[in-house]
């Protein structure tokens, strides 16, 4: 059950293309959005309020043993804590984006990221395995990413979007680092399992990561990772960047869900390591001092969403700064923060918040507060929630927060009585921090709603209900929260106590029920925060005076934004050549010298003895005919004689191989060879027509000796091989020699799979590990899809990016001025096609001509009519032959492409509308989806990935038919191929 | 008596042999581009003869994918080259 829960979110987002794919209204992914998210609610529901039989908390599966990385979820106090705030504040804000955002603003990717993200953070707080927590950690970096950049026309929200994904990113390397570190102390010391990395074992676990010598550097590498997702000092600076995003993502991420991560992660670490001595000075300093530069930073803020950006780092720290201090509760031996409280407390009000600045947004189009006064008359509810929301962050008696800042400050006054200097320097610093949360929330309620409207142009009108509930929500459960605290403590307990594995004996969080410290602090606290707020002009102009931007973000800007640029730009232009035919060059001088290299280093015994055949002589002939038709290919000056010239090199290199008793390579040589040629020939339109030849003796040497070096070693190579003597021996000693592994083990006959039912079951699944037949008689092709089938996808993702990346590439290309400001050198490189190439002479004119706007021959039009089907249901039946006889996806793949390319030829776009203007861009992510999903098939069946099954099945009056489930591996071969050759020739057709 | 005796396939293979070498010929003399495009088309056909002659020889049925590959396919170089050299463009 809890991997659906968690699936859940990853679906819906899924589920986003294919719909769009109908054109549905834009109101659909708002719809979705919501229709997920509730049916996440629903079952985190029942997870909670279900017995414990019928919804189980837990669930594990083995995934990479070998790192001690495994699928393990849970859903203990914590975990089921922060499900409900990621999901129902998620709900709530799905529900205000409706209202807030434009429906037109690109609906689709907003709403599917959101849900991407919601999905990440639900696995972050789901893991219990740490390693799992970290993959789903660096995905809400990636969506905040995205997400934060939505409006990516504006450069401001491009870079905040970038200083976010670094900064985080960075951390997240600490983390990972971190956490190898402590499954190396968890290995030294012995441990193992495949539960080695779960939570509760790190705690069960903890006197041995405590005490080993590297368990400070650990600590400081997970600590950065926690610090700079939830922006403390030093790496505070990114969340106001992150402003630029829209009000429902600040809200979502940037107040109640992503920077939380790094606070979840405080909680987990606590239990483990709260009784380091260095735990208190640095997560208790980092904490303090970020909740003071927060409050300050919120002060002189003039943006009432920086504000609420600065006073989010500022409640972070105060959070952080509690972990520091380990305050506990009465009655236990061991500290046990009640941090589950000033977490929930925070979420909802800076969550409503965001939302209403949001709504003040909308109804005066503007976030300045120097700009609004008096708007308490024309907005009163938002003036009610505002006021509610403010109260609960400042601490005010009656609402959620107050509990937190009760909570908060007895900690520190019992840091400061128990830990000497260092102690009295938190508190002081935290009571002067809450003094700016005070001020900065009195800003917030006093500003835009009383005194009179400072700019007169403003017309202000209050938001509708719509807009306004979801902060409603939130706000009046901050309300109610305060006032029923009662009814809170049993619940808060029980979940502390499986956070923090200890137990609670009874805590008393009220109203003043008795004069002490507490109250005393209390009304310093609010006195002291009004005088701040009263001086705040002061402040704020004193601070212009030291004006400068702090100097950790002046030091990401310069490393991450000029020196890091300017070094790539430098490197590009010294290393790439702005010439085709000199990086040609270079890679394929490379490829053969290693090849060769290889070859001699293995020992490969170079045997030149042969007894020639007449068939050689024939094959010989061939050869050589060839070789006259590329030495015309060279010598010929025109692009159109060149192309003619190496046409038919294809079919005569195809009975070469027919000459010697390879089929596939002959289907592939010829329909590769064709698909070429009307590729160059598309791209004839791009070049000049008549080049002189540039280039200079010393390159034609050159060109010469890697084309005729790597010619003999291949040349080499595929003969020795082919000799008898070598053809038995195996290069590695002790294992048989590759061709004959695969000849012996490709085929299992029918005969033998009924004679021996056994031996059948061995060689098939389930029950052996590793199936070493499969049943086919095309050995070429089993060996593609069965037994190099890993190689095989990686090709075709290959393909399929270079057919994307053509695609780019053509879009761009056609007007260098739109690409971005490169320096010179990348300009150059793409203005150069080569460098034999005279611009200055204008294209000859070509030959004919004679029929230019024509319409299409009537040949061609009436034999485009059927042709291409014949030639699709050939295809169709190369590719169910494959296994058994010369065919397969690939050949399958390319002669479907072809009829699309007699179909190109014969008519007129217009013609052809339909098929021509079909999105052949999605069939390319769908073949390599299906190939993938073919290979998780075994994985779901608990073999290895891309294991094949097979079985016969007697077919009356036709015999045998071998059925394998490598099939639909070959169909997402098919699929990639089909999409990425035509998109590739529609594309070159096009204009 | 058998039908395709090894004499035989020498006499087929030596004239196609030499059908190929007249095209390649044509093929680098050809004066203007039109004959060197109709060479294309021709030495394709010459293949797939010598492809069916080959197959014949060895006794092989699964040749047979690529000759009609080749000559369901084989055209399209020759059609897209007429087609630029008439009217300037391959796809409207």
Known sequence: MLPVLLLLPFLGAALFYPIYQFRPGDRVPRQLTLITTGAVLVLLAWATFAPGGDAPREFFAEWIPAIGLHVSLWLDGPALFFSWIIAGIGFLIFYYSGHYMDPKDAPWRFYATMLLFMGAMLGVVMSRNVLLMFLFWEVTSLTSFILIGHWHERKSARQGALQALIVTALGGLCLLAGIAGVYWILMDAGLGGPHLLDWDQLWLHRDVITSHGASFVVLVLLLLGAFTKSAQFPFQFWLPGAMEAPTPVSAFLHAATMVKAGIYLLGRLYPVYWAEPSWLLIVGGVGVVTMLIGGFMAIVSTDLKQLLAHSTVSQLGLITAYYGFGHGLVGTEKPLPLDLALIASHALFKGGLFMIVGIIDHGTHTREWPRLGGLRHKMPWTFALTLIGCASMAGFPFTFGFVAKELFLKGALEVSQVHGAAGIFLFVTALLASLFTVAYCIRMVVSPFFGKPRDPSIDAHEGGAGILAAPAVLILLTLLGGLYVPLLERPIATLVEAAHYGKVSGFTVGFFHHVDVLLLLAVILFTGGAAIFLLADRIASAHKVFGSPAPFRRAYEWTFEEAAPAFAAWLCGAVQQPSLQRNIAITSGVAFGLIGFAAIYSGMPFVFEFDVTWLDIMAGGVVIMAGALVLLAIGSKTFVVRLIAISPIGPMVALFYLFYKAPDLALTQILVEVSLVVMLLLLLFRLPQRFVARSTRARRIATAAIAITGGLIMGALTFVGQHSETRGTSIIPGHPPVNQYYLENAFYPPQKFQDNPELAAELNYPGAGHLRSSGGRNVVNVILVDFRGFDTLGEILVLGISAVGLLVLLVLGRDPDKLPDWRSAGRRAVRYISEGYDESKPPAPTVLRRKIGAPPSLIMRETGRFAPAIVLVFAVVLFFAGHNAPGGGFIAGLMSAAAFAILLLSFRKEDIRRLHDFRYLTIIPAGMAVALGTGLVAVAFGLPFLTSGFTYLDVPFYGEVEVTSAIGFDLGVYLTVVGSVILIIKRLGQE | ?92
């Open chain 2, 1 to 92: 008596m058998e039908l395709f005796t090894p004499a035989m396939q020498v006499f087929f293979f030596a004239a196609l042999t030499l059908s190929l070498g007249v095209m390649i010929y044509r093929m680098i003399k050809g004066p203007h581009v039109l004959d060197r495009v109709i060479c294309i088309d021709a030495i394709a056909l010459i293949v797939i003869c010598m492809m069916a002659v080959w197959e014949l020889a060895v006794g092989t049925p699964y040749f047979f994918d690529a000759i009609l590959v080749l000559a369901l396919v084989g055209f399209l170089a020759t059609v897209a080259l007429c087609k630029y050299l008439e009217r300037g463009e391959i796809i409207d």
